[in-house]
């Protein structure tokens, strides 16, 4: 499916070229097609773009290089790791250059001593972990493509994972990011210490979709491992009931280092694929982790299964150890690909509900699965409201991609209907800009723009992503308007 | 719209037309920090309150003007509290004021600062909109993080009327321990123990005395008590409210006060003057004249800054409050600030004359 960026530029790609040449060695300029090709997407398959050229500098000389010119020649840069995002922010710009931060994958400094990690932005997220675990210590933030998602690409999406709850977000994670500005200066946001001079430009880096500047280097936090940890598999007959469990075990002051739900279709497709030994008869799972030390994992799980066993969890499992455990996450981390196992294509869709309208929004997709005729398996990040349906459809029949996109804005305006937000960690990208305008006064959009602007007043730091135009804000608007409720029907928004 | 919120909007379009400024002010409780600033005074008590609170969402929404004590008792009537324990530095903080000033309490190094539990703010700008970011939910990245970023912003980037606030269970457990022990070793202890599955919630050092606190699970501070040592302090609440509201003797006196924030294992400053240092090293207060070029130096060294937290307006006016930006990051602060108040109406020069 096409995405119409309609911020375009007027470039000239021999001109470009003909200045990039002398900054970098020829292996590191991808200029024909089907060199080119491998880079038209990222993790989102069905929107594609061909970028005029890739560029994958090794040092920091080159990136301000690169920059610098392209600011010259007016050239749109899209920055991108390793491309498993999946809202198309790194989807190439037509008239613009794709910068690959691929070939930044040193891990520069692991410090035991100060809990900190020194990395590039092309360091894959788990690599992290594994380069810390020496000492005892772990990078927190565990996004499901955690094996092959890079640390730049984190930040840029403030991306999160199963344990967000406990252990906070990227933006919670990370110190300090070096990086260029589309002048090609150098830019340190953040600091060593746990804050930093003037305006907090780290938590706007954190989730900014490559907008504002390119990310050369991070600094992370790194967590000390828990001794133990075990996870409660909790079986339910009843949706409603899985997601009032939830309210039960946060009213009761605990706060599980994961808290995960996965539906009856949800558990259906995973368990012939990862073999987790998942009750299949249950229409809801809760995966409830505790974390700490032994003592105080014991103390901390009785009370979870006294918990879930009032709020009517029909049976309780405990993790007996370490295989336990990982076989029963190895469930819930693999739901996205063992969704795609069982349907040719699917959108993962990424809103966040308060927790309390879990069971309305669950019968609301039902709904809408009868209305598109497409089956959805619906995989919930429970502790923080954050919600993957998962939108099952086949791209070669005509007509599907539509109708699941359609059914996929109608998940994400009710989410913003119920008092949540369109994207919670997957980010904007191009498939979401369009809803921005669901969410956001044309004034709010207006103010993020001139904030972009701030950091990047060409606007050619990954264009026409993240924040609508004002143009597709009012066809937005014209076309979906009467399909929203009038703004006296909805409930208080932030 | 509700009225007060109509006359602050009447107000700022007012101050633009007229080419004032206004001074947002909530409790008065911070007017020290900062750099001195005129204005006409904007008063935001009138607009209090907490808009919802639901325990199990873990989520409190409050107007800007609610006093911070009214806010902290209702959470405690649920037993949850803001972890980040803010200082009020007076009767009649407010909450709008604790997002604006940015400033966290003890616990700070344990568990995030005020940004990290920022969810959502309305906010009305320098051209007079009511604007709203972020949400009530903990997971959202749909637009720029502003809510985040109005946290320490002094509200030099606009007027805050609402804010949604996360919020979290009071440990079930708590002990505070004593150790007698030089600033070289506290250091060194602080951050061997921060690299281990301690339950260490904050810590202070002072006069070669450390005192730590624990808190979490009954089981996890009573094995780490065993695993440290330490002596049992008693008034352990007197002592942690003493360190975050600035009544303990250490700040006492109208010597200048700095406030170091650097990698926490930097080795002792050798400054002269009287030290006491916070979360596990990365905060170090100083008392005395040293001179802001040494203070700024020092810090900026330590992978930090230094602020001048208290001193006379003499001072401040030629040391600045705040460590200066390096070029890049001040045209973009200059940038913000032109991005939310073009005209200049809000606080200007309470953190940077540019600003």
Redesign the interface.
């Known amino acids: 499916m096409a995405f119409v960026n309609d911020v375009r530029f007027e470039v000239d790609k021999r001109a470009i070229l003909a200045r990039l040449k002398p900054l970098l060695p020829p292996e590191s300029i991808l200029v024909d097609d089907e060199e080119l090709r491998p880079y038209e997407c990222d993790g989102l398959t069905a929107y594609r773009a061909m970028p005029l050229l890739v560029v994958l500098p090794e040092t920091e000389v080159q990136v301000a290089d690169i920059l610098r010119t392209c600011h010259a020649l007016k050239v749109p840069v899209v920055p991108r790791g390793a491309a498993t995002g999946l809202s198309g922010g790194a989807m190439p710009h037509e008239d613009g250059v794709v910068l690959s931060l691929a070939r930044f994958k040193k891990i520069l400094k692991i410090d035991p001593l100060s809990r900190t990690a020194i990395v590039q932005p092309g360091v894959r997220n788990l690599a992290v972990s594994e380069a810390a675990a020496p000492y005892g210590l772990y990078y927190a933030p565990d996004p499901s493509s955690q094996i092959a998602c890079t640390i730049g690409g984190n930040v840029a999406e403030n991306s999160g994972g199963v344990h967000c709850l406990k252990y906070g977000l990227t933006v919670h994670n990370v110190l300090k990011v070096r990086g260029f500005t589309i002048e090609g200066d150098a830019v340190e946001f953040g600091a060593d210490g746990l804050d930093a001079a003037g305006f907090d430009l780290l938590a706007l880096i954190n989730g900014s979709e490559g907008l504002l500047a390119v990310i050369t280097e991070v600094t992370v936090k790194l967590t000390p491992k828990p001794e133990l940890a075990q996870v409660v598999l909790a079986y339910f007959d009843d949706v409603q009931k899985a997601g009032n469990a939830v309210a039960d075990v946060i009213a009761a002051g605990i706060i599980p280092g994961g808290l995960e739900m996965m539906d009856k279709k949800a558990t259906h497709a995973v368990e012939p694929y990862v073999k987790a030994g998942y009750d299949l008869d249950a229409e809801a799972v809760l995966l409830c982790e505790s974390d700490g030390t032994p003592a105080e994992v014991a103390e901390e799980i009785e009370r979870m299964k006294a918990v879930l066993e009032k709020s009517g969890a029909t049976s309780l499992v405990v993790s007996q150890n370490e295989a336990d455990r990982l076989r029963f996450w190895a469930g819930r981390k693999a739901a996205f690909p063992a969704v795609g196992r069982i349907t040719p294509d699917y959108l993962c869709m990424d809103g966040t509900i308060p927790r309390k309208r879990l069971a309305e929004m669950l019968d609301a997709i039902e709904t809408l699965s009868g209305k598109y005729g497409l089956r959805c398996a619906n995989v919930f990040h429970a502790g923080d409201g954050n919600l993957h349906p998962l939108i099952m459809y086949d791209a070669n029949q005509p007509g599907e991609l539509e109708r699941a996109t359609s059914f996929g804005s109608e998940i994400l305006e009710l989410s913003v209907r119920l008092g949540g937000t369109i994207t919670g960690e997957h980010g904007v990208g191009v498939e979401k800009v369009d809803l921005m305008a669901a969410q956001f006064s044309p004034a709010e959009i207006a103010a993020f723009h001139r904030l972009k602007a701030a950091f990047d007043p060409s606007g050619l730091l990954n264009p026409g992503k993240g924040i609508p135009t004002l143009a597709r804000c009012r066809e937005y608007t014209q076309t979906r308007g009467a399909a929203s409720p009038s703004p006296t029907s909805t409930p208080p928004r932030f | 719209m509700d009225a007060t919120l109509q006359e602050w909007v009447g107000r700022v379009r007012d101050a633009v037309e007229t080419r004032k400024t206004l001074r947002i002010r909530g409790g008065g409780t911070k007017d020290f920090y900062g750099q001195v600033i005129g204005g006409e005074l904007l008063d935001t008590t009138a607009h209090r309150g907490i808009?919802?609170y639901?325990?199990?969402?873990?989520?409190v929404?409050a107007r800007a003007g609610t006093p911070l004590a009214e806010l902290e008792a209702t959470l405690a009537e649920k037993?949850q509290c803001l972890p980040f324990e803010p200082p009020h530095f007076g009767a009649g903080a407010t909450v709008g004021g604790m997002v604006a000033a940015?400033l966290s309490g003890p616990r700070?190094?344990a568990v995030?600062?005020v940004?990290?539990y920022v969810?959502?703010?309305?906010m009305i700008?320098g051209?007079g909109?009511l604007?709203?970011?972020?949400?009530?939910?903990?997971?959202?990245?749909?637009?720029?993080?502003?809510p985040?970023?109005m946290?320490?912003?002094l509200g030099t980037?606009g007027l805050l009327t609402?804010v949604?606030l996360k919020v979290?269970?009071?440990p079930?457990a708590e002990r505070t321990l004593r150790f007698a022990m030089s600033e070289a070793e506290a250091l060194q202890k602080l951050?061997?123990w921060?690299?281990?599955?301690?339950p260490i919630a904050a810590s202070a050092w002072h006069g070669d005395t450390l005192t730590l606190r624990l808190m979490?699970?009954?089981?996890?501070v009573?094995?780490a008590h065993t695993t440290l040592g330490g002596e049992v302090v008693a008034d352990a609440q007197a002592f942690w409210k003493g360190l975050r509201e600035q009544t303990q003797t250490f700040f006492a006196g109208n010597e200048p006060l700095w406030r170091l924030?650097?990698?926490?294992?930097t080795c002792p400053l050798g400054l002269p003057g009287s030290t006491l240092i916070e979360?596990g090293g990365?905060?170090r207060w100083l008392r005395g004249d040293q001179g802001a070029e040494q203070m700024r130096t020092v810090a900026s060294r330590?992978?930090?800054?230094a602020?001048l937290f208290r001193g006379d307006d003499g001072l401040k006016a030629s040391a600045g409050a705040?460590?200066?930006?390096?070029p890049?990051?001040a045209r973009?602060?200059r940038?913000?600030k032109?991005?939310?108040d073009p005209k200049g109406v809000f606080n200007v020069g309470r953190?940077?004359p540019e600003l």
């Not at chain 2, 924030?261 to 294992?265: D, K, P, Q, R």
């Not at chain 2, 330590?302 to 800054?305: E, F, M, S």
């Open positions: 808009v919802t639901e325990p199990t969402e873990l989520v929404v037993g940015g700070r190094a995030g600062a940004r990290d969810l959502g703010v309305k700008d051209n909109d604007l709203s970011f972020g949400g009530q939910v903990m997971k959202n990245v749909a637009g720029y993080d502003v985040r970023l946290a320490g912003s980037l609402e949604a979290l269970p009071v079930v951050n061997q921060g690299g281990q599955p301690l979490g699970a009954h089981a996890a009573e094995s924030s650097v990698a926490s294992v979360w990365a905060q330590a992978g930090g800054h602020v705040f460590q200066p930006l390096p890049p990051l973009i602060h940038n913000l032109q991005a939310f953190m940077y």
